[in-house]
């Protein structure tokens, strides 16, 4: 793995194939922790050799998709003035828009951080420990709300699957379609046909 040096800054910024591979592992922690979670895109990654805080301090660039709805009720929860911005001012290039920061409070970050390092602890590009993953400057980008359509949907098809019973045929059997029986469909097996 290639690490870059930047010596005016004393940041190590780590390469491409690291930062994708660190944006998985991330995605897939986030989408277990937290509901509101939608997606991950990491922009880069830069590690803090020289700090002057005790530890590797790692910090991400990127922008974290989450729901709209958590991100309206996070919003007057965290007593912010005004009305909910949104993606108004958000603009991925320029990196301007609500960052993670503004929106939450020191303990939710405190809980994302812990996903962050966890997941690059695992990934483990350098051979120190990293005492802190600095997330609060990670813009957000508000989708709207799919998972209630989601949740319906689910529950339509688990209700179909268990009122389908998938049995086989017996042998000598093959399924002709299906046929209801006290409510619950079973597969209407017919006898084979001898040529």
């Known amino acids: 793995m290639e ?3 930047d010596k005016h800054y004393d940041f190590l910024f780590l390469d491409y194939k690291f930062t994708k591979g660190l944006e998985f592992v991330i995605n897939r922690l986030m989408s277990r922790k ?4 939608n997606s991950f895109k990491l922009n880069s990654v830069m590690v803090n050799t020289m700090s002057p805080w005790e530890g590797i301090h790692v910090f ?5 998709n989450v729901d709209e709805n958590w991100g309206k009720k996070m919003w007057i929860e965290e007593g912010q003035y005004g009305e909910f911005p949104g993606n108004r001012d958000y603009d991925f290039d320029k990196y301007s828009g609500v960052l993670l920061n503004e929106l939450l409070g020191s303990k939710m970050i405190s809980e994302i951080s ?10 483990r590009p350098i051979e120190d420990e990293p005492r802190v993953s600095r997330v609060g400057r990670l813009l957000l980008h508000f989708d709207e709300s799919k998972k209630e359509d989601n949740l319906q949907e689910t529950i339509k098809r688990v209700l179909k699957q268990q009122t389908e019973l998938k049995e086989r045929c017996w042998k000598g059997y093959t399924q002709k379609g299906m046929k209801t029986m006290f409510g619950k469909r079973y597969p209407n097996c017919v006898k084979k046909k001898k040529k």
């Open 114 to 123: 812990e996903v962050f390092n966890f997941a690059f602890r695992g990934v």
């Open 60 to 64: 991400y660039l990127g922008v974290l």
């Open 34 to 37: 937290f509901d509101w979670f």
């Open 3 to 5: 690490l870059k040096e």
